[in-house]
């Protein structure tokens, strides 16, 4: 398995950014697709973002489309999260996630389609 490290967040103001990284250790990160996901006090774990492990093509939850932008440095084995326009309900630890095999689109959406998480970065948005 791999082994993932989240870091970049903190406190920010609203209309505010950040960008997160998360580090990957172990097995060829480029064999990996990699994704974002988000949890909220008292709400379940929710897709953020992923991107595919070959072609980079990238996938977004609708609430994030033109906000978020998610990348990969192979060579770095690094995958980060550009958060843009940050709203106070963007509030979250921010966890991200490694799977090996391919799946359907529609199922990666879920958490428990994903192999590795990282321990999560808390990301505080202030009104």
């Known amino acids: 398995q791999v082994q993932l490290e989240e870091s970049g967040g903190g406190l920010v103001q609203a209309g505010g950014s950040l960008r997160l990284s998360c580090a990957a250790s172990g097995r060829t990160f480029s064999g990996y697709a990699m994704g974002w996901f988000r949890q909220a006090p008292g709400k379940d774990r929710e897709f953020v973002a992923r991107?595919?492990?070959?072609?980079?093509?990238?996938y977004y939850a609708d609430s994030m489309k033109g906000r978020f932008a998610i990348s990969r440095d192979n060579a770095k084995n690094t995958v980060y999260l550009q958060m843009n326009s940050l709203e106070p309900d963007d509030t979250a630890v921010y966890y991200c996630?490694?799977?090996?095999?391919?799946?359907?689109?529609?199922?990666?959406?879920?958490?428990?389609?994903?192999?590795?998480w990282g321990q999560g970065t808390q990301v505080t948005v202030s009104s």
């Open positions: 991107i595919t492990r070959s072609t980079g093509n990238t």
């Open positions: 996630a490694a799977r090996v095999l391919l799946a359907p689109s529609a199922q990666l959406v879920f958490p428990s389609s994903w192999d590795s």
